[in-house]
């Protein structure tokens, strides 16, 4: 590699976190989502995002360029933006390279449609996740028409997290409306063998582990 595209490579993981195909087995392309999932709106200053308009160019990316074998999606936010976590999942579910997402530290919130959209789903034990219903942040107009927005947002998430994942959508709408773990809200944190059991997760593994399914799942394809 020239010193110019070392340069270049170096820019887009300290500017973007962006990545160039790695040198393994296969050329995989790992995407990482951290922080908030910004989208229409920006975040507060100082806080740590994902922004929409830099994740969705990658996929496409990843899709057509031949020499790209398949995704790693890393996974370590707090949620954000519904319609762009949503988006960003409905394009990875739809790609026909194979696709690994892990889980380390967190997954919460619209970060669950993010893990689940993959292939193959992993979690280290440590991380965790957090189910709860849609949260709206500002002015709401209240009528019964905005809870009914909201309603069918919600709806959203849990038939594509069931559409793609073990868990049913009663099931998943149960942990999302559950009282008394969560001191100022509703819902459910499930740690990595939590997720795994109720089928949210498709297994416990590490960066080796979801390296090796793709490398698997490319051998088949090819």
Known sequence: MSDEN?????????????????????????????????????????????????????????QEDPDIKGLLIILNTVGGDVEAGLAISELICGMTKPTASIVLGGGHSIGIPLAVSADRSFIVPTATMTVHPVRHSGTIIGVS?????????????????????????????????????????????????????EGLIDQIGYLSDALEFLYSKIEKTK
């Open 145 to 197: 028409q905005t809870m009914d927005y909201l309603e069918a947002i919600q709806d959203r998430i849990t038939s594509f997290v069931a559409k793609n994942s073990k868990i049913s959508q009663e099931r998943f709408t149960e942990l999302m409306l559950k009282t008394g773990q969560l001191i100022m809200d509703v819902g459910t944190v499930l740690n990595g063998n939590q997720a795994v059991e």
């Open 6 to 62: 070392v340069k270049e490579s170096t820019e887009r993981v300290n500017e973007a976190g962006l990545t160039s195909k790695t040198k393994g087995k296969y050329p995989i392309h790992c995407l990482t989502i951290i922080g908030q999932i910004e989208g229409h709106a920006e975040a507060g200053a100082g806080m740590k995002t994902t922004k929409y308009e830099h994740v969705i160019p990658q996929l496409i990316e990843v």
